[in-house]
């Protein structure tokens, strides 16, 4: 006579019998799920952008200003090297999937996004008010404006031309024909102080700035830019005897 196993079990035995049958089930799915599951993630570097306290910039102007920064452009030739070691680690996955390779090629081609890896993310600071018990106060919030994306090859060529121009402007402001638009207050300050205050051909110096003006050293008629190395200060006297001169 044959005798069932499961008969030979208590209740409460059963219970925990099916329990563990069911999770050993549930345990083998997952491991099969997770072994199907595409194991690649591309490393996008992304770089956030504070555009605070400018109308909508324009996107290459963005990635000109902060690949124009030392620092930055490191970091990205650094994480560059990044993403060469993370597509080797994965020829070395694929290669050894076994029956399952060509999935993984597959997989690989779906995150692969050489086009998008680098991330520009726009955000901007908003003020904004709250009211409590009759109370209206203020906060800030980051808000993300725009998102734009390039390729490591692309930035690379955008660099070089930045650095032929010294990185003085951005490459849509170098080639502006209405240079005087580019000589914001911003950068008026800048070249006052950077001349401390002083005309650079007779030597006055004016500490509130009256009587000084910003000089294009080769002229915008003759294909002067407006960028730091080509401007200078000097008092209005000297500048104008300069455009007699010529």
Known sequence: MEVSVMGTLS????????????????GAVIAIRDWLA?????????IEVDVSGRRTPDSKDV???????????????????????????????????GRITERRKRQYAEVLDDEKGYRFVCRRTQTRYKQVNYKRSSYQVRVKEKELAADYEWLVRRHARLSEIGFEATLREYTMKDQRRLMTPALRRQIMERDNYTCQICGKRMRDGVGLQIDHIIPVAKGGRTVPSNLQVLCSK?????????
């Open 238 to 246: 000297c500048n104008g005897s300069k455009g007699d001169s010529m």
């Open 38 to 46: 595409n194991p690649f993630k591309y490393p996008y570097m992304v």
């Open 63 to 97: 990635i000109d200003r902060v690949i124009s920064k030392p620092r930055m452009w490191e970091r990205i030739v650094e994480h560059e090297r990044k993403v060469s070691a993370w597509k080797t680690r994965c020829a070395e996955t694929i290669e050894a999937s």
């Open 11 to 26: 209740p409460d035995e059963t219970v925990v019998l099916v329990a563990i049958v069911i999770a050993v089930a549930v």
